[in-house]
């Protein structure tokens, strides 16, 4: 599949905000399974754009700087990106879970993309023990690595409520998991969670999912949001294996990695600091577009 | 009791002293360093103690009381995490001695371990090759909250991660010392252990001379210029970054930045601009050229790390790897704090510096290894269980270390079962056994178990230097197992005593390497801010308690002593009404206006004099690297809660005049002391001029004027000048024009105007800045004006332009608006 992407954020302030230093981390990584073929970052009212130092996950960071005092800020992240990604197939040959956390521990590589740099609670997802408890049951030791990952995905699809009103951006995931409800953040959250107090190593993916439009409707421009899952480490042969609890699916065609680290807070697509006096409003508009 | 704290002569000194020693060395539980001491540090611990009963005889809690007294008036204090108030330090009198000979060994042995743990750090952080050969874990590396992924393959400016390292060590009881832990974030005590050798030597003065007591200066004095060989900046500035004044240890941070001549900085001060750091001070953005951090490192910088700091100094890791600015310790370098890098120690210091450990640690097991996972879980009754890392495991949710043996059945199922999860966050460690030293408890001498922490720091050659001495904490109760020893509840100085006296000489730079300095250096415009805002706070005290006692019935020219008429004691109270004090009373009888006066003075709302106080008090404290122990004393005394309104009034009246009297008189005359007294000018002009426009204005009667003059402090001054009664133009005059009379307005405002004119500006134009021209203006109306022609609009005028002239002096010396918002957030689904 071939996508186009436009992302559109807009920050409106009431006052004019003279100063802003941000870290954009909107443009998609390199990751098995997808090819960025055509990338285009655009500031205005404008500001100067660089390359930001190596960060806590993997991710493109561009370090914006605007010091020109304006009401809006507004950043468009346009990408062409081609998926071509395997469907995991579960066999009970596997590695088993005991075996991969056992692998992670030993590891030898200190990129941000070993499974070593997984493995434990980050900022955002501590180690919480209703979470693991819950999550346990998907996760004996002995299970194959991918029929433990797609079963605890699809217990949490099955068991949790889709509700983009029960959470907000920043709700912890306990939170979410008492309430048995939110939005895909949260799912995340507690399935790493899960994952991570069995002693597994698990990331979290930010990134698109194409959403089909209701049957016999046209597809609605803008109205798709940025996506978030789970990455399971399955031992070296396998790798990272991507699984989204929010559908009980497991990551495939329809989506598009952006970034990946610990927890959201690694890879907001957009953080920083802006200076200025006044109240603060966001837009976000997501399009993702299929090309053929 | 036989003597209270009167000093004994040094035969019975010697006598109790000897008695002491006596009864201490009996039969003991466990090893002890004075019991098992050999001969000549027998002899010092004697010393120690002659020195200890020629203080205070017999009455040791007496000594220990004294101790404690220096202590609180050096203004040590600490804070508990999650609790306002500060507590006073606890201190045991009799330090504890270390020979010179055992203290080299214990002193190689640090500096060894800083060597290797700047080692591992430089290679976690560059080639990585411990990791990559197998000779590290990566687990063990990512698993520590203090590893910033961020910080890879940053060189540190200058090429140290380290420049200061504190380690804790205890002393076995074979006399045997080892590590229990290491500290290189913000290693907290360097401060305390200062404070504790004052306080000591204080109370013990003859101890420094009869044992030879290597002294603290020095030490620090290398670290300041071993700090400063870093920079890139000939003469750098140094600032000490601090978390605030909520933070456990601000009073340490305020103290050591006062000793080590660095400037005190909090995240909202410091600014980063194309790459360099730079301080807000009220003469513009000055550069910094290094920062000992006592912030967590992950809240540093909101874009290299947490971006949800607010305390941090956005573009600092930049900065740094622009080469602009040292970090001590760089950030990241936690890492080797985690109690699973001690399985490891022993290989790593044979394979980076070519020798076994020289002080050794805990023995310890990583549970992430198989092999030692099985081992632990094995011997799991004779070993304490720890968090591998800074983090509470599931299995240990309180995060502190077990004696495996003492877990109850339901906690060693559950932590089995977490081990058998997550091994990787777990260690087992020998149980180290602790000594015990003297400690005064309850009136005499205890054994109670110790652990030191012992500071080392890199000198102008960035060798390291170590600090001789420290500090030793006291375990509270006799179980001598460092694992149920927790913080410790008391801390003794460490003395290092030896056979040559101590060179004295050698502690003073050469004359020739110190360049004379009157300008004190640098003020942050956070700074001048709280030196200003406690100018007027102390002065609108002042003034609120005086017109409160004029109001109760205090006034000079009340011959007969009768009460005040009442329309004067109705523009009394609504002086006090209008300065939000209290609301008004219902009638003027002598019951309601106590009533009134008690509100006005105690209320726990509005501006009532105790929360003009309670405001004072913070600014107090988060100012106290500038102001005088005596000032923040008063300011901390207790509010007088007994006898008449009117004694106090009259006492705390008399305090506040104290206060004024300390800052007028021991401030030194730089431009922080002129902001305090710029605040304090401009208070009382707004004052005299609401006083004026009440009591002053066409009609007064007699009772108003004289009233006026009491207000003003002028009564004597207008006795002195005029022998006819109350009149109003002379005496409006006085108050209001004469520039000879302190109190006057025309005085205030002049000085206002000589402040303003030695503050720095910013421009080089020569063109007066709003401030000045504003200060200008008001000088030439009050200048022009004539005491006939001054009425309520007059007077309303120059409270107008006063608070024109306050914004002027805000907007243009302090930290302004402009909050940093956060372009954070999202929508997900």
């Known amino acids: 599949m071939r996508y186009q992407i436009r992302h559109v954020t807009r920050f409106d302030y009431a006052e004019p905000a003279g100063f802003a230093r941000c870290n954009l981390r909107l443009k998609p990584i390199h990751w098995s399974g997808q090819r960025l073929e055509d990338y285009h970052l655009a500031v205005e009212p404008g500001g100067d754009t660089a390359p930001a130092r190596a960060e806590a996950g993997l991710a493109n960071v561009t370090r914006l700087v605007v010091e020109t005092a304006a009401r809006t800020l507004t950043i468009t992240s346009s990408a062409r990106v081609t998926v071509d990604r395997l469907l995991p197939i579960p066999d009970p040959g596997d590695p088993t879970l005991a075996t991969i956390a056992a692998a992670a521990r030993v590891s030898r590589d200190m990129g941000a993309a070993s499974p070593a740099a997984y493995l434990f609670p980050s900022p955002r997802i501590p180690l919480d023990p209703a979470i693991a408890a819950w999550c346990a049951a998907e996760l004996a030791p002995d299970r194959p690595c991918l029929e433990a990952a797609i079963g605890l995905a699809r217990a949490i699809q099955r068991d949790f409520a889709f509700d983009p009103t029960a959470t907000l951006v920043d709700t912890p995931a306990r939170e979410a998991f008492d309430r048995r409800g939110g939005v895909c953040q949260d799912f995340a959250q507690i399935m790493i969670g899960g994952l991570r107090a069995a002693g597994l190593p698990a990331a979290y993916a930010s990134g698109y999912l194409r959403t089909l439009p209701p049957l016999g409707q046209p597809r609605l421009v803008g109205a798709d949001a940025t996506h978030a899952w789970v990455l399971l480490w399955c031992g070296d042969a396998l790798g990272w294996v991507g699984v989204d609890p929010t559908n009980g699916i497991w990551m495939a065609q329809d989506h598009v990695v952006m970034a990946i680290g610990r927890d959201y807070a690694d890879i907001a697509p957009i953080d920083g600091v802006i200076l200025g006096s006044g109240a603060q409003a966001m837009h976000v508009s997501v399009d993702v577009e299929p090309l053929d | ?829």
């Open chain 2, 1 to 829: 009791m036989a003597s209270k704290a009167v000093p004994t002569s040094l035969f019975d000194a010697a006598t109790i002293a000897d008695r002491w020693l006596a009864d201490y060395c009996g039969p003991k539980p466990f090893a002890d360093v004075l019991v098992t001491a050999r001969p000549d540090d027998r002899a010092a611990w004697r010393i120690a103690l002659e020195e200890l009963a020629s203080v205070g005889g017999e009455a040791l809690d007496d000594t220990r009381e004294r101790v404690q007294r220096h202590a609180s008036d050096i203004g040590t204090g600490f804070r508990v995490a999650g609790e306002r108030a500060e507590r006073p330090w606890p201190l045991s009198p009799l330090p504890l001695l270390i020979g010179a000979g055992e203290w080299q060994g214990i002193a190689a042995g640090v500096v060894q371990r800083a060597e290797l743990l700047e080692a591992v750090i430089a290679d976690i952080y560059g080639p990585g090759m411990l990791v990559a050969n197998g000779h590290l874990p990566a687990a063990l590396v990512t698993g520590s909250p203090w590893f910033l992924r961020p910080m890879m393959g940053l060189q540190p400016p200058g090429g140290f991660h380290l420049h200061f390292y504190a380690v804790d060590l205890c002393r076995g009881p074979a006399g045997d010392w080892r590590v229990l832990a290491d500290g290189v974030r913000a290693p907290v005590g360097a401060g305390y252990a200062l404070e504790n050798r004052l306080s000591v030597s204080r109370t013990l003065g003859g101890l420094q001379s009869r044992l030879n007591i290597e002294r603290h200066a020095p030490f620090f004095a290398a670290f300041r210029e071993g700090l400063a060989a870093v920079c890139r900046r000939a003469e750098p500035r140094i600032g000490l970054l601090t978390p605030g004044r909520w933070n456990q240890s601000y009073a340490e941070q305020a103290h050591l930045a006062r000793y080590l001549g660095f400037l005190l900085v909090e995240g909202a001060d410091l600014s980063v601009l194309e790459d360099r750091l730079y301080v807000r001070t009220i003469a513009g953005l000055k550069r910094v050229d290094a920062l000992w951090r006592r912030v967590d490192p992950r809240f540093l910088d909101p874009l290299a790390f947490d971006s949800t700091s607010a305390i941090g100094v956005p573009g600092l890791v930049d900065a740094m790897a622009a080469g602009n600015v040292v970090l001590s310790s760089s950030p990241g370098s936690g890492v080797v704090e985690s109690a699973a890098l001690n399985a490891f120690l022993p290989q790593l210091a044979t394979r980076l510096t070519g020798a076994s450990l020289l002080l050794p640690n805990a023995a310890t097991w990583w549970c992430g290894g198989e092999a030692e996972r099985q081992e632990v879980i094995e011997n799991i009754d004779r070993m304490v269980i720890a968090p591998a890392f800074a983090e509470a495991p599931l299995g240990l949710p309180a995060g502190r270390p077990v004696v495996g043996a003492a877990l109850s059945p339901d906690e060693r199922t559950a932590l089995l079962a977490d081990l058998d999860r997550r091994p990787q966050d777990y260690v087992g460690q020998e149980v180290v056994r602790l000594s015990s030293m003297p400690v005064v408890s309850d009136g005499r001498l205890t054994p109670r178990p110790f652990t030191v922490r012992v500071f080392a720091a890199r000198d102008a050659n960035g060798a390291w230097t170590v600090l001789p001495g420290g500090f030793a904490r006291i375990g509270e109760h006799a179980d001598e197992r460092a694992v149920v020893m927790g913080d410790g509840t008391w801390s003794a100085d460490v003395c290092v005593h030896g056979p040559e006296p101590v060179d004295k000489v050698s502690l003073l730079p050469s004359v020739d390497t110190v360049n004379l300095r009157r300008n004190p250096g640098t003020l942050p415009s956070r700074v001048a801010d709280n030196l200003y805002w406690l100018g007027r706070y102390l002065e609108r005290g002042e003034a609120l308690l005086g017109t409160i006692r004029v109001l109760l019935g205090h006034s000079i020219g009340a011959d007969t002593g009768a009460a005040l008429a009442p329309d004067t004691l109705w523009r009394l109270i609504g002086l006090i009404v209008a300065s939000g004090a209290a609301p008004p009373p219902a009638s003027i009888r002598r019951q309601e206006l106590t009533q009134f006066a008690k509100t006005a003075l105690e209320a726990e709302e509005g501006f009532s004099v105790r929360m003009i106080n309670r405001q004072a008090r913070g600014i107090g404290a988060v100012s106290r690297d500038r102001l005088a122990g005596d000032l923040l004393q008063l300011l901390d005394a207790p509010y007088p809660t007994r006898g008449h309104m009117l004694d106090r009034a009259g006492s705390l009246q008399r305090r506040y005049a104290a206060l004024a009297g300390l800052s007028a008189e021991h401030m030194s005359r730089t431009d922080g002391w002129r902001f305090h007294d710029l605040g304090r000018r401009i208070e009382r002009a707004t004052a005299t001029a609401a006083a004026v426009r009440t009591l002053g204005t066409l009609g007064a009667s007699a009772d108003d004027l004289s009233t006026l003059l009491d207000l003003a402090n002028s009564q004597i001054s207008y006795r002195q000048r005029y022998l006819t009664g109350m009149a109003r133009v002379p005496v409006v005059d006085l108050v209001t024009l004469d520039p000879g009379n302190p109190r006057s307005l025309a005085f205030q405002v002049t000085t206002i105007g000589e402040h303003l004119a030695r503050l720095p500006t910013l421009g080089d134009d020569g063109l007066a800045e709003p401030q000045q021209a504003l200060a200008t203006a008001l000088q030439a109306v009050i200048s022009t004006t004539r005491a006939v022609e001054i009425d309520d609009a007059v007077m309303r005028d120059v409270e107008v332009r006063l608070a024109a002239l306050s914004n002027a002096v805000a907007r243009r010396f302090f930290l302004q608006g402009a909050e940093p918002l956060r372009a954070a957030g999202l929508t997900l689904a």
